[in-house]
């Protein structure tokens, strides 16, 4: 599902809704989340998980192509995990 989808999804479900407003929600939730996970904070949806960041340190790789060899710069990356709730609903339906 992409997030035109969504908006659609929920301004279908939401007939009392702007389809505008579903879509600044949207936008605004995703927004947020973002700007958490980059100030290092950690977002909790309970029953559904976790985004968190990680922090991946600097290695030395190869190039699958050429094998050559590259320095891999350390960076920050998101990670997700799920609730038990939403791994109960994927594994029991």
């Known amino acids: 599902m992409t997030k ?4 659609a999804y929920l301004a279908e479900k939401n007939p009392h809704l702007y389809q505008r407003d579903v879509e600044r929600i949207v ?5 947020e989340i973002a700007s958490a996970l980059a100030e290092g904070d950690r ?4 029953g559904f ?3 968190s960041v990680k922090q991946r340190y600097a290695r030395v790789g190869r190039n699958p192509r050429t094998g050559e060899v590259v320095n891999v710069a350390a960076k920050r990356v998101p990670y997700f995990k799920t609730g038990k709730q939403l791994r ?4 029991n339906h």
Request: aromatic content about 10%.
């Open 49 to 51: 998980g976790a985004f």
């Open 88 to 91: 109960e609903k994927l594994n």
């Open 27 to 31: 936008t605004t939730i995703f927004d």
């Open 4 to 7: 035109s989808e969504l908006i």
């Open 43 to 46: 977002v909790e949806l309970r």
